[in-house]
């Protein structure tokens, strides 16, 4: 709820949006970046700790980096003594 509070607020509805596509996923979905009119979304995400690096598939520096800040000063999902990787979260829900 937190992360998608977070998006509303640097993507508010009926807001000009921009995408820069950098790929196709296995299953045909299109990978890519949006910027609102303030800068990456993604970054964003990850910098204040709404989003998490998948590192099997992003091996990008600066998103790991981004990342990194969130950790050590404890901000969104970050704030969890014990905070669950989602691919691992849907992987214990399949059961």
């Given at each position: 709820?937190?992360?998608?509070?977070?998006?509303?607020?640097?993507?508010?509805?009926g807001r000009q949006t921009r995408l820069t596509q950098t790929g196709k996923d296995r299953y045909g979905r299109t990978l890519?970046?949006?910027?609102?009119?303030?800068?990456?979304?993604?970054?964003?995400?990850?910098?204040?700790?709404?989003?998490?690096?998948?590192?099997?598939?992003?091996?990008?520096?600066?998103?790991?980096?981004?990342?990194?800040?969130?950790?050590?000063?404890?901000?969104?999902?970050?704030?969890?003594?014990?905070?669950?990787?989602?691919?691992?979260?849907?992987?214990?829900?399949?059961?």
């Amino acid at each position: 709820m937190a992360a998608r509070d977070f998006l509303r607020l640097l993507c508010p509805l009926g807001r000009q949006t921009r995408l820069t596509q950098t790929g196709k996923d296995r299953y045909g979905r299109t990978l890519g970046d949006v910027d609102c009119g303030s800068g990456s979304a993604q970054q964003a995400m990850l910098r204040n700790g709404h989003a998490w690096v998948y590192p099997t598939f992003s091996g990008e520096r600066a998103l790991v980096q981004l990342q990194g800040h969130a950790q050590r000063n404890r901000l969104g999902l970050w704030k969890s003594a014990a905070p669950v990787a989602p691919w691992t979260f849907r992987k214990k829900q399949r059961g």
